[in-house]
């Protein structure tokens, strides 16, 4: 019990004088207003104002693009110097590319074929092809004279390319195939 006493005794002045400490340090002192506060004056003069900046690194602009090749090739000509200025579409270099006429040539001939098949596939011919209305759709007619049978869609399917739609039958001729006996 008397332990106790003693610890709560201690306690109690170490509280008390922290308490104090703080008081002390946190309360202005009462003569610290009336000084108020120190200010540096100087007599005015009249003459010119000196900005200087100082700073090292590269400068980097705005706004860039990178000049690139579209495709290998050789240069054939440069139409411009260096730091040259330049207009938005204006011609800076020249290439030449030989692969590039075997290129077009070939897609030439891709693009003659795509609208041949078009054309067949649309049943018009070829010089019509550009002028078909896609929003028309594709007009599937009959390859002969005869009776549809087993006819498979009805409007609303969906159906992949090659897929049969129906079959016809030509019965306007019957051909018999019998097996005849000499008897």
């Not at 332990?3 to 170490?14: D, G, Q, S």
């Not at 495709?71 to 800076?92: C, F, L, M, P, S």
């Amino acid at each position: 019990m008397f332990r106790r006493a003693i610890v709560f005794i201690i306690i109690l002045a170490v509280v008390g004088v922290g308490g104090f400490m703080a008081y002390q340090r946190l309360l202005p002192e009462p003569d610290a207003g009336a000084k108020g506060p120190l200010y540096s004056t100087t007599p005015v003069k009249r003459g010119d104002i000196k900005v200087t900046v100082e700073g090292f690194g590269p400068l980097n602009p705005f706004y860039w693009n990178e000049l690139s090749a579209p495709a290998d090739g050789t240069v054939e000509k440069v139409y411009v110097e260096r730091g040259q200025r330049i207009e938005q579409g204006q011609v800076v270099v020249e290439l030449r590319n030989d692969q590039l006429a075997y290129e077009v040539t070939e897609l030439q001939f891709d693009l003659e074929r795509a609208q041949m098949e078009l054309a067949e596939m649309l049943n018009v011919p070829r010089d019509q092809v550009t002028r078909v209305d896609p929003n028309r759709g594709i007009e599937i007619k009959a390859p002969i004279s005869g009776r549809i049978t087993g006819l498979s869609v009805k409007v609303g399917d969906d159906v992949a390319e090659g897929a049969i739609l129906g079959r016809i039958v030509d019965d306007s001729k019957v051909v018999i195939v019998s097996e005849l006996t000499a008897a």
